[in-house]
């Protein structure tokens, strides 16, 4: 069983930075695909950032550009930089992983395992 705790939440300006980490333990590999979800009242939870199990990152095009996903695999842990939040941007976080990234397009990975998810309120 894998486990996957969020943290780093927490409400921030528009135009302000966040950093959100995803720490990983039990059976899971260091090259996993690791992803980031997140979703808001009323809607479907969204993908927005992937680091793969062959290191590759791919961004929803609504934070291309603002966002950062980065793996350190010696630590089992995944980092999610936000930088120059929008009030869109509002919503509760999850890491998700998986052993291997969906291909073509990585987004399409069934992911099996899930955190609690973080609070983020940009304002």
């Known amino acids: 069983h894998v486990q996957l705790v969020e943290s780093g939440g927490g409400s921030v300006q528009v135009g302000g930075s966040l950093r959100l980490s995803c720490q990983a333990s039990?059976?899971?590999?260091?090259?996993?695909?690791v992803g980031w979800y997140r979703q808001v009242p009323g809607e479907a939870r969204e993908a927005v950032a992937l680091?793969?199990?062959?290191?590759?990152?791919k961004y929803a095009a609504s934070v291309n550009g603002r966002f950062i996903v980065s793996r350190d695999s010696a630590k089992n842990t995944v980092t999610l930089r936000m930088d120059n939040l929008k009030p869109e941007d509002t919503g509760i976080y999850y890491c998700?992983?998986?052993?291997?990234?969906?291909?073509?397009?990585?987004?399409?990975?069934?992911?099996?395992?899930w955190g609690q998810g973080t609070q983020v309120t940009v304002s």
């Open positions: 680091v793969g199990d062959d290191g590759a990152t």
């Open positions: 998700a992983a998986q052993t291997w990234c969906a291909t073509p397009n990585p987004f399409r990975t069934v992911f099996n395992f």
């Open positions: 039990g059976e899971i590999s260091r090259d996993y695909c």
